[in-house]
C-alpha cells in the first residue's frame, strides 16, 4: 500500500508567523485530503487537492503528484489553527479512490 | 443539513459487553465509512460500504461488525469488547464520480465516538 509521510511532527509558532506542512507519498494518487483536527478532536475538511493549487482565505495548497508531494501553507497564524493537521490519500494506486490512509499528522501550537 | 451525526459522543463499556455505535448521513451520499484513531496516531479504515446491502472490511475490521440497509445509516457493532478497542471511532461519508466505478470526492467526518473498555 501507499506510505505516507508528514512533516515536521511538531510545530510551534508565535500568533502571525507563516509556516509550511509537508505530505510526502510513496506512489501515484488520485486523491489527497488535508485535514485539520482541532484540540476538541473534530475533524474538519480543509482540501480536497488530488493535484494543482487551492486557497481559502489564510490556507493554501498545493499538490504535486508527479513528485509525490503535498503541502499546506498557513499564514499569519492565529491561535485557533492549533491543533493536528493530517494528510490522507488513497491505499492503494490507481482504480478506486475511497479507502484512505493516513499519515500521522503535524502537531500545531500557536502561541499568543 | 445536519452532514454526519454519530451517536454516543462518549461510552465506557466493561470487558466483554457489546454495543452498537450509530452514523447517519443525511447528504445521500453513497459512500460511507468507519474508522478509529488511537491516541496520537492517524485513523485506520475498519469498514467501508458503497451502498446499501454493500460492505466491506478496511485494515483494521477484526472485533467490530458494520450492516447497510439504507443510503442513510451506517451502524458498527462491536461484539465483546477489549481493551485494545479503546479508541475514538469516526464515521465518515462522500459521493461519488457520476459513471466512474470506484472514484469519490472528499470525505465527510462526524463529531466522533469516544469508547473506552475497561
Known amino acids: 500500500g501507499i506510505q505516507v509521510e508528514q512533516s515536521p511532527p511538531d510545530l510551534i509558532l508565535q500568533e502571525g508567523a507563516n509556516s509550511t506542512l509537508r505530505c510526502n507519498f510513496s506512489d501515484s494518487v488520485n486523491n489527497l485530503q488535508w485535514f485539520h483536527q482541532n484540540p476538541w478532536g473534530q475533524l474538519i475538511n480543509l482540501f480536497y487537492i488530488p493535484s494543482g493549487t487551492k486557497q481559502n482565505g489564510r490556507l493554501s495548497a498545493t499538490t504535486v503528484a508527479t513528485e509525490r508531494y503535498s503541502l499546506l501553507y498557513i499564514s499569519s497564524s492565529q491561535t485557533t489553527d492549533s491543533g493536528v493537521y493530517f494528510c490522507a490519500v488513497p491505499m492503494n494506486s490507481g482504480g478506486s479512490n475511497y479507502k484512505l490512509t493516513f499519515g500521522k499528522g503535524t502537531l500545531l501550537t500557536v502561541n499568543p | 443539513n445536519a452532514g454526519v451525526t454519530q451517536t454516543p459522543k462518549f461510552r465506557i463499556l466493561k470487558i466483554g459487553q457489546s454495543m452498537t455505535l450509530q452514523c447517519a448521513q443525511d447528504?445521500?451520499?453513497?459512500?460511507m465509512y468507519w474508522y478509529r484513531q488511537d491516541p496520537g496516531m492517524g485513523l485506520k479504515l475498519i469498514y467501508y460500504?458503497?451502498?446499501?446491502?454493500?460492505?466491506d472490511k478496511g485494515e483494521v475490521p477484526n472485533g467490530y461488525n458494520v450492516s447497510r440497509s439504507t443510503t442513510e445509516d451506517f451502524p458498527l457493532r462491536l461484539e465483546l469488547a477489549a481493551p485494545s478497542q479503546t479508541s475514538v471511532y469516526f464515521c465518515a461519508s462522500s459521493y461519488t464520480h457520476p459513471g466512474l466505478a470506484g472514484r469519490a470526492y472528499e470525505q465527510y467526518f462526524g463529531p466522533g465516538t469516544r469508547l473506552t473498555v475497561t
Open positions: 447528504m445521500n451520499h453513497n459512500y
Open positions: 460500504s458503497v451502498g446499501a446491502g454493500i460492505t
